[in-house]
Every structure is written in structure tokens, then in C-alpha cells.
């Protein structure tokens, strides 16, 4: 059964300062998906990434895979209270859905 | 842009009520997906399909169905709604190739 964990579940932090967001997976798959919820609001795709070493960047949001170590990180520079959402990581199944992790409830505090 | 449009946005049913919750995406998108959401368990997935009149269960089904008469529309349904299907429940149209989930809005449905 695939299994994934995010870490942390809950984040407060300041304007300004960098954080990271850890998925972990149990079992081999080659997508990775990463969502942003605001509150009362439906799930936006942010990156998707299909190979190991893979990175993508948007503004201040940048996402990376290792498929070896089944690790992804969801990186931000320099937060801004824009950034505040629920994140969310999500493994693409061989035939079918996503399984979702827990998502990381983001405070950004000025 | 792709637009997954759910019917209701909130719903209150009473125990015992048979629900239908709709969605209906304009990408002409094979694979559609039905989730429920609940505060510290994430997204679970109920049901999918790939085409007209196919259903695969996925990891919650129970006291779930769902159909698929038009490529359109996938419809959840909740044959006799029980209290613990009180949820947050969100449809997705998946998009090669790179499968991209989009999701509607979302249908916040309490069973009282």
C-alpha cells in the first residue's frame, strides 16, 4: 500500500525567512504532484515531476524529487503572506488516482 | 483552461437520504475522480473512471457508487447517507500527459 508522509504538518513562520516542505513515499512511482488549497477553496496544481533529479520553480516556490531516496521537498524563499495555504503532495498511482499526503498547513506571519 | 464545475456547493441531507453529487468537466478528459476530504486524513479516493460506463473503486468505496453515462459527467452517489459521510467531496478530470488532476470547487455535503 503506498504510503505518504508530509512533514511538517503544521508551519508558522515570518515574512522573509526560507522553509522547506518534506514528502516521503513508500513505494516506487515516477510522478510527483504538488497543491495548494486556500481555505474554503478546491486544490490549484503547482508542479508536477516526472523524473529523479527533476526541479521546477515558480516565484518563490521551488519543488525537487529524488526518486532513490522517494523524497520531495517543497522549498520557500524569502515568504510572503501571499504563501499562506494548506500544501499538499500527492504520488501518482500506476493506474489510477493520487494518494494524498496529509498537506502542510502554512502560516505566514508578517 | 479547464473548468471542473460541481453542481452544489453545500448540501445538508437528512440519514437514510439517497444523494447525488455532480460533476461535469469541459476538456473532453477520459479519467475522472471522486475524493472526499476530511481534516487531518488529506484526500481519499472514492471512485474513478476511464471511459463511459467504466467505475473503478479506489480506496473508500463503501457506500459509494458512482456512474458515467456521458464522457462529460461523472456522478457520485450515496445510495442511504449516513452521518459519517459528513465531508468535503471533490471531483478532478485528469490530463495527459502528464496526468495534472483538476479539481472542482468542491460539494460540502452534512448528513444530519
Known amino acids: 500500500e503506498l504510503k505518504v508522509e508530509q512533514n511538517p504538518l503544521f508551519l508558522s513562520m515570518q515574512e522573509g525567512k526560507n522553509y522547506t516542505i518534506y514528502c516521503n513515499y513508500s513505494t516506487t512511482s515516477d510522478r510527483l504532484y504538488w497543491y495548494r488549497q486556500d481555505p474554503g477553496k478546491s486544490l490549484e496544481s503547482l508542479f508536477v515531476?516526472?523524473?529523479?533529479?527533476a526541479v521546477k520553480q515558480e516565484g518563490r516556490l521551488m519543488a525537487s524529487l529524488d526518486t532513490k531516496a522517494r523524497l520531495s521537498t517543497l522549498h520557500i524563499t524569502a515568504a510572503v503572506h501571499d504563501l499562506s495555504a494548506t500544501y499538499f503532495c500527492a504520488v501518482g498511482r500506476a493506474a489510477d488516482g493520487l494518494t494524498f499526503g496529509k498537506g502542510t498547513h502554512l502560516i505566514i506571519q508578517p | 483552461d479547464v473548468k471542473v464545475t460541481q453542481s452544489s456547493r453545500y448540501l445538508v441531507k437528512r440519514t437514510g437520504e439517497k444523494v447525488f453529487l455532480e460533476c461535469v468537466q469541459d476538456?473532453?478528459?477520459?479519467?475522472m475522480f471522486w475524493y472526499r476530504q476530511d481534516p487531518g486524513l488529506g484526500l481519499r479516493l472514492i471512485y474513478f473512471s476511464y471511459d463511459v460506463k467504466m467505475k473503478e473503486k479506489g480506496d473508500i468505496p463503501e457506500g459509494y457508487s458512482v456512474s458515467r453515462e456521458k464522457k462529460e459527467r461523472f456522478s457520485l452517489i450515496l445510495e442511504s447517507a449516513s452521518t459519517n459521510q459528513t465531508s468535503m467531496y471533490l471531483c478532478?478530470?485528469?490530463?495527459?500527459?502528464?496526468?495534472?488532476?483538476?479539481f472542482g470547487a468542491g460539494t460540502r455535503l452534512s448528513v444530519l
Open positions: 515531476l516526472l523524473s529523479n533529479g
Open positions: 478532478a478530470s485528469r490530463e495527459p500527459p502528464k496526468n495534472i488532476q483538476y
Open positions: 476538456m473532453d478528459h477520459e479519467n
